[in-house]
């Protein structure tokens, strides 16, 4: 394995090349393993929100308006009720997540990142790692594996709670599109997502509690939804993922420091989990640089807490249906409280804007 690097990134996705990316922008020698080969895919809605395009920007990926197809907000709809909102300047833009990783694993070639696909990494020690039966030296370690982090249990960073827990199905769908929004609908036991992602493509997700749910559940549930789906066409088939809330107490141990889904993961429902892993990343570059890891355990906690509060406020309305007619009734009545509540997800609201938007949809609730 040659003479090591500076960092080593167990992990090939989106978060890992990320970490890979902003570390050798800092000049640091960086190396990704992976036991995988590219390009990787993963079931999720492929909504990329305006502050992801943004950090991406910022780590140097460029995404052009052809590589998918823009979504200007956001429309929750549900048996009665449909309420929309709008980003207040960037859209969104809906992508699918093979070429985003391709995208991706073309920064970190030209900026020097050594990729090892095929590769799996077997164990962490005082030195490096054990990647395909041999050690390789390593001064730090970025564990970006997933969920189900193998890095996080051998660093002894398991301390947490996994407080919810959901399944996801996907299926990419051709046909002709009849909004340019991201749609949420609804039901009494799932949320299916929509969102362009072509011109003529969608990505359908179903999320449920239940791990047996399957898509062709949704029709029954979602009638009008099926209505508009009658004509079309799978173009791949379906992909089955895990998608939970769980906060750790620590995201570093010594060398070691996670990242992405594998440092804590927040529900898919907010569609925040990308941004999070190219924020954390950049922060993550900041505190190798200094060689002082609790800077990025801090930045990670304050990057969390607006993410995990959108989380937990929608896992609420998917839960309790009265609460969720309710914040539909309310946000009908008051059509700019959508586009404010948007505006403090994707990024660019202020602590003003926020505390205004906040008392205005308590108000809207109570007279609900």
Known sequence: MGNGADVLVIGGGPAGLAAAIAARRKGFDVTVADGAKPPIDKACGEGLLPDTLRALRELGVTIHPGDGKAFPGIRFVDTTTSVEGRFPSISGLGMRRTLLHEKMIARA????????????????TQEGAILGGQMMPATWIVGADGINSKVRRWAGLESGSRR????????HIR??????????????????????????????ALVSRDPRMRI???????????????????SNADRGAITATRRLDRVFKGKIALIGDASGSIDAITGDGLCQSFRQALSLADALISGVLKSYQTAHRRMAWRPNLMGHLLLRLDQYSSVRKRAMRALAKAPDLFSRLLAIQAGEASTLHSLRTSALLGWQLLAA
Not at 109 to 124: A, K, M
């Open 109 to 124: 070639e030209e900026c020097g990142v050594c990729l090892l696909w095929n590769t799996p990494v077997t164990g962490v």
């Open 164 to 171: 919810e827990v959901r399944f996801a199905q996907t299926r």
């Open 175 to 204: 046909v002709k599109p009849w909004t340019d929004y991201v749609e949420v609908h609804w039901g009494r036991k799932m949320q299916a997502y929509v969102t362009p992602v072509g011109r003529e493509e969608f990505c359908f």
């Open 216 to 234: 062709e559940e949704a029709w029954a549930e979602f009638p009008r939804l099926a209505d508009l789906l009658v004509n079309s066409e799978p």
